[in-house]
C-alpha cells in the first residue's frame, strides 16, 4: 500500500525543512546554488534513491548553512585543481560534523551516503599519487573523524597512501587532518589547512635522510635484524607500536611488512613527488571523490525518472490591499454561517485530557510520593482520552484557466471555510492556491498559512485571485500533502475546489490515494462546468455546487458520507 510516511518528496521537504533550508524538485541533476537545494524526481517509493537524496539533502544543507562560495576564500585568486579539491575535502569533514552535532539526526542520512558513495570502491582505479593522497584522506577522514561505517575500505586508502607517501608523510598528514579540523570556524580556515596539509609533502623525513642499513642477513652480534629490533622492544610487522598522533591516539594506519617509510621522492619523469601531487591537473584528477555533494549528485543521475510528477515549489507572493479581496473577504463572512457547525463533526478527533491521580493504577508519579506521608495515596497518574474538536485542515482552490468563469464563487466558497473555521479552538486551518509561476517555476501560493488568522489574510489581499495556467493538481497535491501530514492534529482533512479536470490524471489519484493511505480525508467541491474525472478522483468524496448558496448542503452530505464510510 502506497502511503506519505516513506514517499521520498514528503520526507525530503520535511528534512528541509527542519534543516532549515529551501528545497526545489525537478531538473536532471541534484545542485545547488548556495540558498537553494534541487533535488531531481525519482520514484517516490526507490529505497536507494530516497537514501541517496537524504544524504545528499543533508550534505549539502550543511553546505549552505556553513560554507562561504565566494573565492574571496581563496584570495580572489582561482586555486589550483589541488588546492581546490583539498579544500572541498576539508570544508566536508568540517560541515558535516557541524551539522552532526546541530541536528544529530542528520548522522543517519550522511552515514548512508557515505556508504553508498564507497562501499567497494577500488581508490587505485586512478593510481596518481594526488588521486591516492585526496582518496585517503576524504575515506579515512569519514571513517575515523565523522565515524562513518566505511572502515574497511578506509584501511585500504591508507595503504595505499603508504605506499605512494611512504609511512612518515603519512601519518603527518593524517596527523595534521585529525588534529586540526574540529578547530576549524570557517571556509578560509579549510583553505588554510588544505595548504598546510599540501606543504606537509615538501617536507623531508628524517629517515629518508639517512643511509640505509646494511643488507646482510645477520647483523654485527650474530643476530638477524628483526631479532635485533626484537630484542630492542622495536615493533614487528604486524605488531602495534602505541606510537600516537596528534590526538593522542593510536597512528590511523595499519603495520605493513618491509620498510615503507621511505617516500617515492624521485619519479621516472624527474619531479618530485610534492611537485607531482601539487601540479596535478584535473586529467590527472579524474575520478577521485574530493567532494561528496557532487559524488552524491552523480549518484543521482542513476535514480532519477522523468516521468515521475514533480511537486509544486512554495511561492511567497508580496502583500498588497486589494478591495476585490476585501469584497469577497465581507461576502464569505454572509456565506460562512452555518458551515462551522456542518463541519464540526469531520474536526472531531481524540485528545488527551489534562493527567488526574488516583489511588490505584500503574504509573505513579514520583513527584507526589511524598503525599504517602500524611496519608494521601493518590499517588497513580491517569490520562483518559476524550472527543473534541482536534483536526488540521487543508483547502485547496484550482485557479486555472479552466475556472474562469466560477473563479469569483470558487475564491468566495475557500473563503467561507476558512473564516468559519478561524479562530475555533483546536482547528487549524490554511488555505492554498494553484497554479502561480515565479521566474517559470510552478508553485504553490498562500492564501491562509497555519497558525495565522483569516483578517491577516484580507489585510494581505490574497483573496484577489486571477486565473493562470492549466490544472497541474497532481504537482499541487504532492506540496500540500507534505505540509498537512506533519501539522500535529489528529484528523486532518483536504477539500480541494476545482472543476475536476486535472493534466494528468493518473498522478492526481496516485496522490490521492496515498493522501488516504495516510489518514488525510480527501473531499472533492466541483465548480465550473462538471468534470467526468471527478468520480476517479474523489470517488464518493465530491460534491457539484452551482455557486456558494449550495455549499452548506454540499458540505452536509459530505460530511455524513464521510463519517458513515468510517463506521462501515
Not at 164 to 190: D, F, I, N, P, W
Amino acid at each position: 500500500m502506497k502511503t506519505l510516511t516513506s514517499a521520498m518528496p514528503i520526507v525530503a521537504r520535511a528534512l528541509a525543512d527542519n534543516l532549515g533550508v529551501t528545497l526545489r524538485f525537478g531538473g536532471a541533476v541534484a545542485s545547488t546554488n548556495g540558498k537553494v537545494i534541487n533535488l531531481p524526481n525519482i520514484d517516490p517509493d526507490d529505497v536507494r534513491g530516497a537514501e541517496i537524496a537524504y544524504g545528499y539533502l543533508a550534505h549539502e544543507a550543511s553546505h549552505v548553512k556553513h560554507t562561504d562560495f565566494s573565492l574571496d576564500v581563496f584570495g580572489g585568486v582561482v586555486p589550483s585543481p589541488v588546492e581546490a579539491r583539498m579544500t572541498n575535502l576539508v570544508e566536508d569533514l568540517r560541515i558535516e560534523q557541524l551539522m552532526m552535532n546541530e541536528y544529530p539526526g542528520s548522522r543517519r542520512d550522511l552515514d548512508a551516503l557515505a556508504v553508498h558513495l564507497f562501499r567497494g570502491t577500488d581508490i587505485r582505479q586512478n593510481s596518481h599519487p594526488a588521486a591516492i593522497l585526496l582518496n585517503g584522506l576524504l575515506l579515512n577522514g569519514c571513517a575515523k573523524y565523522l565515524r562513518q561505517p566505511i572502515r574497511e575500505e578506509a584501511d585500504q586508502a591508507l595503504l595505499a597512501m603508504v605506499e605512494v607517501l611512504g609511512k612518515g608523510k603519512t601519518a603527518r598528514v593524517m596527523g595534521l587532518l585529525g588534529a586540526s579540523v574540529a578547530s576549524l570556524k570557517s571556509t578560509t580556515e579549510s583553505f588554510g589547512l588544505a595548504k598546510k596539509l599540501l606543504s606537509v609533502l615538501e617536507e623531508v623525513d628524517p629517515e629518508d635522510e639517512e643511509s640505509p642499513p646494511p643488507q646482510t642477513p645477520e647483523s654485527a652480534d650474530g643476530k638477524s635484524d628483526d631479532d635485533a629490533d626484537a630484542s630492542q622492544g622495536n615493533p614487528q610487522p604486524g605488531e602495534s607500536d602505541d606510537c600516537e598522533n596528534g590526538e593522542g591516539s593510536p597512528t590511523p594506519f595499519p603495520q605493513t611488512p618491509g620498510d615503507e617509510s621511505e617516500t617515492k621522492d624521485d619519479l621516472p619523469n624527474g619531479d618530485s613527488l610534492a611537485q607531482q601531487i601539487i601540479n596535478a591537473t584535473e586529467g590527472d584528477l579524474d575520478g577521485v571523490i574530493s567532494d561528496k555533494g557532487e559524488a552524491a549528485s552523480e549518484l543521482l543521475r542513476s535514480c532519477t525518472d522523468n516521468g515521475q510528477t514533480t511537486p509544486a515549489d512554495f511561492h511567497e507572493l508580496s502583500a498588497k490591499q486589494s478591495a476585490s479581496s476585501d469584497l469577497i473577504a465581507s461576502r464569505a463572512l454572509e456565506s460562512s454561517m452555518g458551515l462551522r457547525t456542518v463541519l464540526n463533526g469531520l474536526m472531531q478527533g481524540v485528545r488527551n485530557t489534562r493527567p488526574s491521580v488516583r489511588r490505584t493504577g500503574r504509573s505513579p508519579d514520583s513527584t507526589r510520593i511524598a503525599r504517602l506521608l500524611v496519608g494521601d495515596s493518590r499517588i497513580f497518574r491517569h490520562k483518559e482520552p476524550t472527543i473534541k474538536t482536534n483536526a488540521a485542515l487543508q483547502v485547496l482552490l484550482d485557479n486555472s484557466t479552466s475556472m474562469s468563469s466560477t473563479i469569483q464563487q470558487a475564491t468566495i466558497a475557500v473563503a467561507s471555510l476558512l473564516q468559519a473555521m478561524d479562530g475555533l479552538p483546536g482547528v487549524n486551518p490554511a488555505g492554498y492556491r494553484f497554479p502561480v509561476y515565479s521566474n517559470g517555476r510552478l508553485g504553490v501560493a498562500p492564501i491562509m498559512k497555519h497558525g495565522e488568522m483569516f483578517q491577516k489574510a484580507k489585510r494581505d489581499g490574497r483573496f484577489a485571485v486571477k486565473v493562470e495556467g492549466c490544472t497541474p493538481l497532481a504537482e499541487a497535491l504532492w506540496s500540500l500533502a507534505s505540509l498537512l501530514v506533519r501539522q500535529r492534529e489528529d484528523r486532518k482533512i483536504l477539500i480541494v475546489v476545482t472543476d475536476g479536470d486535472p493534466d494528468d490524471v493518473g498522478a492526481a489519484v496516485d496522490i490521492i490515494e496515498r493522501c488516504r493511505n495516510s489518514g488525510i480525508e480527501v473531499l472533492g467541491i466541483a465548480m465550473g462546468t462538471p468534470s467526468s474525472e471527478l468520480k476517479a478522483l474523489f470517488k464518493a468524496n465530491y460534491r457539484y455546487v452551482s455557486g456558494v448558496g449550495e455549499l452548506r448542503q454540499a458540505l452536509f452530505e459530505l460530511v455524513q458520507t464521510v463519517l458513515t464510510s468510517n463506521v462501515a
